[in-house]
């Protein structure tokens, strides 16, 4: 039995077809399944449904073998210790600090909003700048309209978000796609089953590459 922890939402939305591709294809839409362990069609296969922040730790202890994970989210829990093996290239987003175009912030400490903590301290140690971090859980854009921080550290698609909030992009961070992570133990122990799977959702990414390209 091989487990892969996925989250739903739009990784979970970009996922499906790939995994498809590569044959995995779920006995119940997770997208509307109120199942939470859901029953893949040759039955040596499952996938878990979780919160995008816990994948990597129920990779990390073995609950999962292998997990679908934003890089944002990777980045942020720093050293764990888990194989990332594959870019799958989907959930693409770039993550940026945005602010007020008709702000500056010279003369004091900034103060960032973030869900990316630990990432956003970083950044801004690496640059030798020195902020205060303001830890935030979602809808980072409100934060610098009320006036609770100057910047914010955030996840940019289309940059629809930022501009109806008014804020622009101020500086780049990463560019994140989703990754696949995988176990070490099972690595080692299913070491063929989960090597075929990797080279499926290689093969399936790149084909789903190709055919994008081929869009332009
Ligand atoms: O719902 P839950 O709290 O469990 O988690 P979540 O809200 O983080 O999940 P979800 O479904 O939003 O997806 C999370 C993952 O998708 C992230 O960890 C990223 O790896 C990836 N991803 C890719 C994104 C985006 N693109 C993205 N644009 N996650 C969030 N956004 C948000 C962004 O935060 C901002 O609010 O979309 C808004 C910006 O989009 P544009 O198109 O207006 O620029
Ligand atoms: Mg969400």
Not at 13 to 22: F, Q, V
Not at 80 to 96: K, Q, S, T
Not at 137 to 159: C, F, H, K, N, R
Not at 198 to 216: C, H, W
Request: aromatic letters at 4%; proline letters at 4%.
């Amino acid at each position: 039995m091989i487990t892969l922890a996925i989250s739903k939402g739009r990784i979970l939305e970009e996922a499906l077809p790939l995994l498809s591709r590569a044959g995995i294809e779920p006995e119940e839409d997770p997208r509307s399944s109120r199942k939470l362990v859901i029953p893949v069609d040759d039955r040596e296969f499952r996938l878990l449904v979780i919160r995008a922040q816990d994948v990597p730790i129920y990779v990390e202890h073995g609950a999962a073998d292998l997990g679908i994970a934003g890089k944002d989210v990777l980045l942020e829990q720093g050293s764990l210790n888990l194989y990332e093996p594959l870019d799958l290239g989907i959930a693409r987003c770039r993550m940026v600090v945005a602010g007020r175009q008709d702000r500056s912030s010279h003369g004091k400490r900034p103060r960032v909003g973030t869900k990316y903590a630990e990432t956003t301290r970083r950044f801004f140690a690496k640059r030798g700048t020195q902020v205060e971090i303001i830890p935030l859980s979602g809808s980072m854009e409100l934060a610098p309209q009320v006036g609770l921080t100057d910047w914010i550290v955030d996840l940019v698609d289309t940059g629809n978000t930022l501009r109806a909030n008014g804020l622009v992009v101020l500086d780049h961070i990463a560019d994140i796609s989703s990754r696949l992570v995988v176990n070490k133990g099972s690595m080692k122990m299913k070491h063929s089953a989960i090597g075929a799977v990797i080279d499926r959702l290689a093969a399936a990414a790149s084909a789903a590459a190709v055919q994008a390209a081929a869009r332009g």
